[in-house]
């Protein structure tokens, strides 16, 4: 934008200029000479006063803006934390404790976000009304699972159509009503009973948001490049949603249905289709595999049986770990090592401890020794580089994850137990499975990746 550009204020994540620097991304920093200010804040992801001051920065600058002025709005995920301002008599400290106590009792980023969108100036809708009569273009980067323009981030520069009743039904809901701040309660009933956005005066046509960043270009580009490879490739879902463990299942599943149509003598003659059945039957539980996505997938493995190829099952979405332990772990490293127990029954007879395929007695039939068991690798990664509270990505596994564990001398159960796949990952074979890309400058949620190839 070069001299167009007349000022700006960014709020980033406290520490993450220095984390860059240490990085050696200085390229993804501002110049000195830079006419946009840069403020730190919202540590632990959680909206705090520097923050607030930085909200403060932005609304003035929004406030003076006139006819002809052209606001350019970049949002990306952890916004709503970036972007605090409480309107009076309500407080950064009892919107906080409102959040809390909705995270607590189990709300959803959309459930958390509409409640939000009522307490504070800047969210649903709020920015693009402080920026009236100036134009807006919003650049958003989507980190909620379906990209609803009006939750990421709060929506600021989003029309909205959340109502006060909502809030207070939700805490009922919730059951949380009788804790929530007798300052939010006044707010919230003294509105008046309309959307914010019909009580806004904003022309939204001179607002345009525009989503440059979606876990669905982040997994087609991920096809792309698995194509590229000479895989045989799908995009599972955009939407993987769930407690990690069980979506660990599935992609374990899934592997030993690839496998089975990859590499004869995994199960004997007509037991074959039996298996494949079977296994299409424990599929069909999980919400993004349907019988026709089950149809695909069965006629990539038979293309890459003929081609003697792999196959590639690429996912993406957010799941949650209901964390009981309190070891140190996100919900990528947890899923790739639970995803990693589950797939040990692919290793050769001789080096199994949990055998599930079956010996073969018939002469004419391999053994299990003699069948090349499938190659596979799992991988499960945040897209902005970090997962959880810890400095890596996540994680990528093969059927002998456990058995390294075992030769460094950890018990992948007991580490799992207590949530801390991170300090299991870094302790077998030297971290040599984590996947360490540093910030990555964007956050698309996550991406899960399973490679199935016919054994060697
Ligand atoms: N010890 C742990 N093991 C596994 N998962 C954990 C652990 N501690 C926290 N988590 C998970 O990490 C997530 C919180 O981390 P973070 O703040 O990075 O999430 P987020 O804000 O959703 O991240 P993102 O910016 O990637 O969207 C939660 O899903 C939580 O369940
Ligand atoms: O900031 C937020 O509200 C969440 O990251 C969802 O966008």
């Known amino acids: 934008m070069g001299s167009h550009l007349v000022r700006g204020v960014i709020s980033v994540p406290s520490g993450v200029v220095t984390a860059l620097v240490e990085a050696g991304k200085e390229d993804m920093l501002l110049s000195s000479q830079s006419r946009i200010r840069v403020m730190e804040g919202a540590k632990d992801n959680l909206p705090d006063q520097a923050a607030q001051a930085a909200a403060q920065e932005i609304h003035t600058l929004a406030n003076g803006l006139q006819d002809g002025d052209l ?36 709300a959803s980023i959309v459930q958390l976000n509409a409640v939000r969108k009522q307490l504070e100036a800047l969210k649903g809708g709020g ?3 402080a920026a009236q009569p100036a134009r807006v273009i919003s650049l958003i980067l989507s980190d909620v699972i379906g990209d609803p323009l009006d939750f990421i981030a709060s929506g600021p520069t989003v029309p909205d159509r959340t109502t006060p009743e909502e809030c207070l039904d939700l805490f009922a809901q919730l059951s949380i009503q009788d804790s929530i701040p007798e300052s939010v309660k006044t707010l919230l009933t003294s509105t008046k009973s309309e959307t914010q956005d019909q009580a806004r005066s904003v022309d939204w046509s001179r607002v345009h948001n525009v989503l440059v960043g979606t876990n669905k270009i982040a997994c087609e580009k991920a ?3 698995s194509d590229e490879l000479g895989y045989q490739s799908i995009i599972l879902s955009t939407e993987q ?7 660990s299942q599935m992609f374990a599943t899934l592997a030993s249905y690839i496998s089975h149509l990859l590499v004869d003598g995994l199960s004997s003659g007509n037991n074959r289709e039996e298996e494949i059945q079977k296994l299409e039957r424990s599929l069909l539980v999980y919400p993004s595999l349907s019988v026709d996505k089950l149809k695909e997938i069965r006629q990539l493995a038979v293309r890459a049986k003929e081609m003697q190829r792999g196959v590639c099952i690429i996912s993406g979405g957010e799941t949650t770990v209901m964390v009981k332990g309190n070891g140190r772990g996100g919900r990528n490293q947890e899923m790739a090592v639970s995803a990693a127990l589950e797939l040990q029954r692919f290793l050769p007879a001789s080096a199994q401890t949990d055998l599930t395929v079956q010996k073969q007695d018939s002469s004419t039939s391999k053994t299990c020794d003699e069948i090349s ?39 992948v159960i007991e580490f799992l137990d207590r949530n801390d796949s991170y300090n299991l990952l870094t302790q077998v074979d030297e971290g040599a499975n984590l996947v360490v890309p540093g ?3 964007t956050n698309v949620m996550d991406i899960q990746v399973l490679l199935v190839k016919p054994g060697v």
């Open 373 to 411: 068991p499938p190659s596979i690798v799992f991988l499960a990664a945040g897209t902005d580089g970090q997962d959880g509270p810890t400095p890596v990505a996540g994680a990528v596994v093969s059927p002998r994850f456990c058995e390294q564990a075992q030769s460094s001398g950890v018990n």
């Open 127 to 129: 920015l693009a009304e």
């Open 439 to 441: 910030l990555t400058g």
């Open 71 to 106: 606001l350019v709005v970049l949002i990306s995920g952890g916004g709503s934390a970036l972007l605090p301002a409480p309107i009076a008599p309500v407080t950064l400290d009892e919107v906080m404790d409102v959040t809390r106590r909705m995270a607590r009792a189990g």
């Open 241 to 247: 949603e769930g407690e990690a463990r069980e979506v």
């Open 223 to 225: 096809k792309e490049t």
